[in-house]
């Protein structure tokens, strides 16, 4: 019996990190799917804590939060840096993580098509700063932060991959964030989860918008 539960929408959305983390760990998860229709009756949003998915069910708690998620993920299963700066770090970069990651979902749920094109052409301004800190860890050979893979790492991997959806050539200029890329989707586990029809088939965005 899997011991975790992800409470989510039938989205990738701010789950799939977590799922990429924990299949990469070679943990078991369920699914709760809660669909538009049950969403709508309130009642699941009234138990939320802040009135919004997804929740993490892990044993005796349940979480909120997509980060707090994330985190509580990483400490227990070692993905929070090993040397005493590394959890700072690897915060700051989570951090940068979901400044992007909010300026993506503002695109994508309340201005793409008019804000497809800007947003496009800003997004080497976004990108090129964690194109400049892998640079300077390892020669930008390994992850953001020591010598191991960290959840801001599928962070930050998952939202390249729909950045890579929305705009194709968008790591061109990159070099070492699409290696970083290409070497973190190619851990066999990983892999094998975004083959699977359980990631392939579950829609980015809850609107149809990629
Ligand atoms: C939406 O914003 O999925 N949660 C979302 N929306 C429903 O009633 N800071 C936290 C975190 O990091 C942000 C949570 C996040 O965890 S995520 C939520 O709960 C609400 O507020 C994006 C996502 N979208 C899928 C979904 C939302 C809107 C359209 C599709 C559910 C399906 C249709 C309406 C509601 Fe729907």
């Known amino acids: 019996m899997p011991e975790y539960t992800i409470i989510y929408f039938n989205v990738r959305g701010r789950c799939e990190a977590m799922r990429m983390l924990l299949a990469d760990q070679g943990?078991?998860?369920?699914e709760d799917v809660i669909s538009v229709e049950a969403w709508g009756q309130g009642n699941q949003k009234?138990?939320?804590?802040?009135?919004?998915?997804p929740g993490f069910k892990d044993g005796d708690i349940v979480l909120y939060q997509s980060n707090a998620i994330l985190?509580?993920?990483a400490r227990k299963h070692g993905l929070y840096g090993k040397q005493p700066n590394d959890a700072s770090l690897i915060d700051m970069m989570n951090d940068g993580v979901e400044d992007l990651r909010l300026k993506y979902i503002r695109l994508i749920y309340q201005n793409y098509e008019e804000g497809k094109g800007t947003y496009i052409k800003n997004l080497p301004d976004e990108l090129k700063h964690f194109e400049r800190f892998l640079s300077e860890n390892n020669g930008g050979k390994g992850f953001l932060v020591g010598e191991e893979i960290s959840f801001a790492d599928y962070n930050l991997v998952d939202l390249l991959l729909n950045h890579l959806v929305l705009a194709p050539e968008c790591l061109a200029d990159f070099p070492l964030l699409s290696a970083y890329v290409e070497r973190v989707t190619s851990r066999p586990k990983i892999?094998?989860?975004?083959?699977?029809?359980?990631?392939k088939k579950r829609p980015i965005n809850g609107n149809g918008k990629q």
């Open 27 to 30: 943990v078991e998860w369920k």
């Open 46 to 53: 009234a138990k939320a804590v802040f009135g919004q998915l």
């Open 71 to 73: 985190r509580h993920l």
């Open 191 to 199: 892999q094998a989860f975004l083959s699977s029809d359980a990631h």
